[in-house]
């Protein structure tokens, strides 16, 4: 009987479960809706057990018999965190930090202040999303470095102990793609990094040249570095990648609650792009700050009684472009190589219409990949690749055999381009003269 393994993408809008051969062709797939975000304050949230449940059901969904599953791979959004007491029993839902840059600390610290003030009084332990399924599966809450959310070390661990006054417990750390242990009886948990990293490795974002472009609910464009990890520069994140000694270097336009309301409020409907830029329009597409200009406002240019929903959409998604543009080079220098082709994702946005912007503004072959089920895929490449080159190697190769087009850019478009976004570059500019830079993250 063909061994296969099991994958599970949990996102902060979908979980996805995927069974693969060991030749990495998909075998068994479902998605499963996770509850959605809620304000409290300028704070995200989910209800916790609601999310463990969406992702337990999922997992039950596959009907792949348990003797086959060899192992199963986990990769969660990366910055959660939850407060829970001495016994282990959670007291806070399960926060998500959102990337509100005005706020230095991230929004966990207005989720804490939110909260009763017994929650933070009974806190002994800070877990994220991966840690606490680790626990409840198998009684061992552990993390890797690769999946530690970035406002749960350093100096805003310190920061939170602080607030709860005293040193909280943190999860075990351990390799990437450790075996933490089995789930009930079952196939054993390996534990991975944060899905962007994954859905980057699943898309074959491993050479130099090579970037990842993700458009769901956050906007980010990547690339995977081997080595010492890259310097930080204005614009980019520097975060530990999917593959033993590797860095994950992205620019990242997370726009944040305000945005979601928005298109719930006034987007609502079917939306399509020009896949030419439409003159008199552009969105800065900032709900919570630019990556290098924390403080910078959404702004925008030709906004009319006029304009349909449509307009707006056109805008917005034109203004991400112009930011990827814009941010490119810092996250060259710090991947340390040229992106020569970009790998797109993200299920019904990963479109014709955003090729053709993307290839033209950046001028740079783009390639979309119809495969939705990439950060199950890395989940399980990560773990391979850390104990198994020659299987993580034909995995590989599969993955690369994924029914894709590419969208080449075409030299009159790109000129277009050019002059289109040297106005634009220069009310950035502007921008960040009044309201300050942002050099290092």
Not at 405 to 434: H, K
Request: glycine letters at 10%.
């Amino acid at each position: 009987m063909t061994a296969a393994y099991v994958g599970v993408d949990v996102g902060t809008s979908a979980v996805k479960v995927a069974a693969f051969d060991g030749r990495g062709e998909l075998l068994e797939a479902l998605r499963r809706p996770m509850p959605e975000l809620e304000l409290h304050g300028d704070a995200a949230v989910q209800p916790l057990e609601a999310c463990i449940e969406a992702v337990n059901d999922a997992l039950r969904g596959l009907t792949l018999a348990e003797d086959r599953r060899r192992f199963v791979a986990l990769t969660t959004q990366r910055d959660t965190a939850l407060l829970s007491d001495a016994e282990g029993r959670p007291l806070t839902p399960l926060i998500s930090w959102r990337d509100r840059r005005e706020q230095r600390y991230g929004s966990i610290w207005n989720a804490l202040a939110a909260e009763p003030a017994t929650a933070v009084g009974q806190a002994r332990a800070v877990r994220s999303l991966t840690s606490e399924l680790s626990l409840r599966w198998t009684g061992r809450s552990a993390e890797t470095v690769e999946s530690l959310p970035r406002h749960l070390s350093g100096w805003a661990a310190e920061r939170l102990d602080a607030v709860c006054g005293r040193t909280l417990q943190r999860p075990e750390m351990v390799e990437l793609g450790t075996r933490v242990g089995p789930l009930a009886g079952g196939p054993p948990l390996h534990l991975t990094a944060g899905d962007k990293n994954c859905e980057l490795l699943g898309n074959g974002v491993l050479r130099p040249g090579i970037a990842g472009l993700s458009l769901g609910s956050a906007v980010s464009l990547g690339v995977a570095v081997q080595g010492p990890r890259p310097r930080a520069a204005a614009g980019v994140v520097v975060t530990p990648a999917a593959f033993a000694g590797g860095w994950n270097v992205e620019t990242g336009l997370p726009v944040g609650m305000q945005a979601e309301r928005m298109w719930k409020e006034w987007l609502a409907g079917e939306l399509t792009l020009e896949p030419t830029l439409l003159p008199g329009l552009w969105c800065l597409p900032f709900f919570a700050g630019a990556l290098d200009r924390p403080s910078t406002p959404a702004a925008l240019v030709g906004l009319s009684e006029q304009m349909s929903a449509r307009d707006l959409f056109q805008a917005w998604a034109q203004g991400v472009v112009g930011e990827l543009r814009r941010l490119r080079p810092a996250l060259e220098r710090a991947g340390g190589h040229a992106a020569r082709q970009i790998v797109m994702s993200g299920g019904g946005l990963a479109a014709s219409a955003w090729a053709r912007l993307i290839a033209d503004a950046l001028r740079v072959s783009v390639v979309c990949r119809d495969d939705p089920w990439s950060g199950a895929r890395g989940a399980v490449m990560a773990v391979l690749l850390s104990g198994d080159a020659e299987a993580a190697s034909r995995f590989l190769e599969w993955s690369r055999t994924m029914p894709e087009t590419s969208c080449e850019p075409d030299p009159d478009g790109a000129d277009r381009a050019d002059r289109y976004y040297a106005t634009q570059d220069q009310l950035v500019q502007s921008i960040g003269d009044v309201f300050g830079r942002h050099d290092d993250r």
